[in-house]
Structures are given as structure tokens and as C-alpha cells.
């Protein structure tokens, strides 16, 4: 099957189940944010991030996925989604944000000054401080999705910020 389909050139995108949704509304905003973000932590991680790092960024896309598939998902669509097998991030995935994020911290990771992303000419540290650039931007458009009346679960909305605290972290950490 071709990529190019020529399904979008009506300013329409499909959903997961074969619902069609405009390429401009606000789930499509998010579903894009979130791939960005997968982008730029597969920039990081081709850079040379060290392999703890690696290792980390490598678990975060996983998650990044599962995210971008239960975005892709229109209401009442959630158990068909867990019931077809695809992943989805839960709580255990928030915590291990979480845990990983105060074990960079209890090493001495801490915040004494404004990020200046480049600074020490590491492509891995820029390519994660965009990450986290864009993961602040994907939870203004969770937040902004949810204000619109379309429900996104709580996990869902705190993610993007730990996520991004997270890769503060590992930016100065790497």
C-alpha cells in the first residue's frame, strides 16, 4: 500500500477505527505535537546520547507511541483500543517518569539557571531541550483539547509535564 493515498487532500485525516476527523481541529494539533516531541528525542538519541540516556529516551518513544495511539482514538473508542492490544500509557509509565526524575535529581541534577539549549555544543543535551520544548507545547494542546469538552484523563494531561521536567533533567544530565 502507498503512503500517498490522497484521502488528506480534502484538509481530513483518518482516526484510528476509520473515523475521519479535519486535519485543524484540536485532537490532530496533539496527535502532531506528540510526534514532534518523538522527533526530536530520536534527533537526541542519533546524536550519541550516553547509553543510560539512550536507554531512557528509547523507553520515552515506546510511551510516545502509545500516546499518539490513544490520541488517535475519538471517545468511546478506548476499550476497543486496550481490547486490540495496542499499548497505552498508564500509570506505571507516569511513575516510572516520575522515579527516573528524582534519581537524575538525588544525583545532583538541579536547577541553578535558565537552559541555553547548544550552549556546550552537544547536539544529544539540544536535541532533548527541544523535546522538552515541544512536550511543554503538547501539554498546552491536551489542556486546550480538554477545555474544549473532549475528554482527555488526567494521567494523559500530567504527562507532558513530567515528561518535560524529566527531560530538563536529562538534557543536563547527558
Known amino acids: 500500500m502507498s503512503i500517498i493515498t490522497g484521502r488528506g487532500d480534502e484538509g481530513e485525516t ?24 518523538n522527533a526530536a528525542l530520536g534527533l537526541a538519541r542519533a546524536a550519541g546520547a550516553v547509553p543510560e540516556v539512550e536507554e531512557i529516551i528509547a523507553r520515552l518513544q515506546e510511551m510516545l507511541i502509545g500516546l499518539m495511539g490513544q490520541f488517535a482514538c475519538q471517545a468511546g473508542d478506548e476499550e476497543r483500543y486496550v481490547k486490540a492490544g495496542f499499548q497505552a500509557v498508564g500509570q506505571e509509565d507516569f511513575d516510572w517518569i516520575v522515579a527516573t526524575a528524582k ?3 538525588a544525583r545532583g541534577i538541579v ?13 544529544a543535551r539540544a536535541g532533548m531541550d527541544m523535546a522538552r520544548s515541544i512536550a511543554r507545547r503538547a501539554e498546552r494542546a491536551a489542556l486546550r483539547l480538554h477545555e474544549s469538552g473532549e475528554e482527555v484523563p488526567e494521567l494523559l494531561r ?9 527531560l530538563w533533567i536529562l538534557a543536563r544530565a547527558a
Open 158 to 166: 500530567l504527562f507532558f509535564n513530567r515528561l518535560s521536567d524529566l
Open 111 to 123: 536547577f541553578k539557571d535558565w537552559a541555553r539549549p547548544g550552549a556546550d555544543h552537544s547536539i
Open 103 to 105: 534519581d537524575f535529581e
Open 14 to 37: 483518518d482516526l484510528l477505527f476509520g473515523k475521519r476527523i479535519a486535519k485543524t481541529s484540536l485532537r490532530v494539533e496533539l496527535l502532531g505535537t506528540v510526534d514532534e516531541v
